[in-house]
């Protein structure tokens, strides 16, 4: 069983940058499929960003693809989620997530850490 405790949220402005992390611990990280969700006050937790276990394959939302980039390090049992171009939509509640399947189904996923705030000031 693996824990995750992502961090590095904050306010930004528009077209800013802003890096998560995911830590984890008590499990092999490297089984893990790491996946990027969030969720904007009253809307539906969306899919970000996932990446396998080697790091190898990732797949991004459209909403984000070119703007977001999500990488991990096994070696330091830690996912990364490096956001620049930041707009105001994309203000959430960030999650990472750990799956032994490589899928953006939040369903599937096992696995969550607390999600850091992100707030994007236009």
């Known amino acids: 069983q693996v824990q995750l405790v992502a961090s590095g949220g904050g306010l930004v402005q528009a077209g800013g940058s802003l890096g998560l992390s995911c830590a984890a611990s008590?499990?092999?990280?490297?089984?893990?499929?790491v996946g990027w969700f969030r969720q904007a006050p009253g809307k539906e937790r969306e899919f970000v960003a996932v990446?396998?276990?080697?790091?190898?394959?990732?797949y991004y939302a459209d909403y984000v693809k070119g703007r977001i980039t999500i990488s991990r390090d096994n070696a330091k049992n830690t996912g990364y989620l490096q956001m620049n171009s930041l707009n105001p939509e994309d203000t959430a509640v960030y999650y990472c997530a750990a799956s032994l399947t490589y899928t953006i189904s939040a369903a599937v996923y096992r696995y969550w850490g607390p999600g850091p705030q992100v707030t994007v000031s236009s």
């Open positions: 008590g499990g092999t990280f490297s089984s893990y499929t």
């Open positions: 990446i396998e276990r080697s790091g190898s394959r990732t």
